[in-house]
């Protein structure tokens, strides 16, 4: 009796195991498309395609056409996304997009929609899509590359640096006008610093509204941390938490890298990137013998590169 329960008992476990890896069926479902609503009649030409989740799905294939799946002239896009918006950019024309909902097994019927971008001029309310740098870039080089997507219809952008910020900082150069063809500007010798830099497309009827980002000039290197504990000489068991201080920085955001090493010269070092939130680390030593000693020490990081000096390396030893 106390046998055929335990047989009975396994068998349900493995069945349960076993269900796990099985995906959820989804041909009887269908996904739920939000934003841009059917029939869509717009002026604008930047667009967040957005539909509801689907449980059971891992993944979502999205199809843009033109003008219309019946009769393919184009193929727009056609992607793979885990997530259930996309950022994307038409141009004026007649369109249909529609998503299916996968997992590894099965998939929904796709539902579709139409969209019709009009052709006019009006550039009134429309973004321009930012492409490099990305927002909040830090850089330790004093010259940087600027570039966005062109927005149909626009005939010049105007294109801005300001200083500290963007609603009330000074212009760094004056607004400077790039014509249709040109999507990239580059400057030189800008200085320490930080910076928001917009484009905004124009024409002769109308202007879009400034798309805007921020960026930091860093060319300072952190200071060299203090380090805290284990102490020079310490003696520790295998579970060793090591300590630093930081000194306090006003540049791009800071990370550090804790070195520790058999031999006081680092030439075979484990090198561990820490995250900027934290000075301390918590490590387990599989040490050979009932004692061996190590050296240890760390170095900062800056988001723009910048290093740091090595703090002082200390010695301890690790007992069992």
Not at 140 to 155: C, D, I, Q
């Amino acid at each position: 009796m106390n046998k055929l329960y335990y047989i009975l008992i396994v068998g349900l476990l493995i069945f349960v195991a076993c269900d796990d890896f099985f995906d959820e069926d989804l041909k009887d479902k269908s996904v739920n498309l939000i934003a841009p609503t059917d029939g869509l009649e717009t002026s604008n030409t930047s667009f967040t395609f957005w539909w509801d989740e689907v449980e059971g799905a891992s993944k979502y294939n999205l199809q843009i056409v033109s003008p219309n799946f019946d009769v393919i002239e184009k193929l727009v896009l056609d992607t793979n996304l885990t997530a259930n918006q996309y950022n994307f950019q038409l141009y004026p024309g007649m369109f249909q997009w529609r998503v299916k909902a996968m997992n590894g097994s099965s998939e929904t019927p796709y539902t579709t929609y139409s969209l019709s971008v009009d052709s006019s001029l009006d550039l009134s309310g429309q973004d321009i899509i930012l492409l490099l740098p990305i927002s909040n870039f830090a850089s330790n080089e004093s010259s940087v590359s600027f570039t966005w997507e062109e927005k149909p219809n626009a005939e010049y952008y105007t294109f801005r640096i300001k200083s500290g910020d963007w609603a009330t900082g000074d212009d760094v150069i004056s607004p400077k006008i790039v014509y249709e063809a040109e999507t990239t500007q580059s400057f030189e010798d800008l200085s320490e610093g930080e910076y928001f830099w917009g484009v905004r497309a124009e024409n002769s009827i109308s202007s879009s509204l400034y798309s805007s980002r921020s960026f930091i000039i860093d060319q300072t290197a952190p200071q060299k941390p203090t380090l805290n504990s284990p102490g020079q000489g310490a003696e520790t068991t295998t579970n060793v938490t090591f300590s630093w201080t930081r000194p306090d920085e006003s540049g791009s955001g800071i990370t550090d890298s804790l070195y520790v090493s058999t031999d006081s010269t680092f030439v075979v070092n484990h090198e561990i990137s820490i995250e900027s939130s934290q000075t301390s680390y918590s490590a387990t030593f599989d040490i050979s013998g009932t004692s061996q000693k190590f050296y240890w020490r760390v170095r900062s990081i800056d988001a723009a590169e910048n290093k740091s000096d090595y703090s002082v390396t200390r010695r301890f030893t690790v007992k069992k």
